[in-house]
């Protein structure tokens, strides 16, 4: 049983280093022009912050920031996106939130395994 369970999660590691940064550059590159020169600007960044996200590699971050809002209500709080979600093309916004739930939790769920295995191991709980 563990031994099948350890294969997952290093088959789900190969899969994530595949799928996670190419989600994430696809979004990035597809992200409308209208959402970010709405939304990359002062209260929602800094000055700051609005010119270093407007670029490759720290685009990715705005990225991040984006899906983040789209999908869960508490981070549009954060940023006082306001509702984002209704801004941006029904396309933008289903692609957001597959990439939220399912890669980046699929990513998350994968590392809390893999810390509960190691301290487990750490314990002496498996063999």
Excluded at 16 to 37: G, R
Aim: with cysteine; hydrophobic share 55%; aromatic share 18%.
């Amino acid at each position: 049983m563990m031994e099948s369970f350890v294969h997952f999660l290093i088959h789900s590691i190969l899969l994530l280093v595949v799928v996670f940064p190419v989600s994430l550059l696809l979004l990035t590159w597809s992200t409308p022009a209208s959402v970010i020169d709405r939304y990359v600007q002062p209260p929602h960044f800094s000055e700051f912050e609005s010119l270093a996200y407007r670029y490759f590699p720290t685009s990715l971050i705005r990225t991040n920031l984006f899906s983040l809002a789209i999908a869960i209500p508490f981070a549009r709080r954060i940023r006082k996106f306001g509702d984002i979600h209704k801004d941006v093309p029904l396309w933008y916004n289903l692609a957001c939130r597959f990439y939220v739930y399912f890669v980046f939790g699929y990513a998350v769920f994968c590392m809390a395994a893999m810390g509960l295995i190691a301290i487990c191991l750490k314990f002496g709980y498996l063999p």
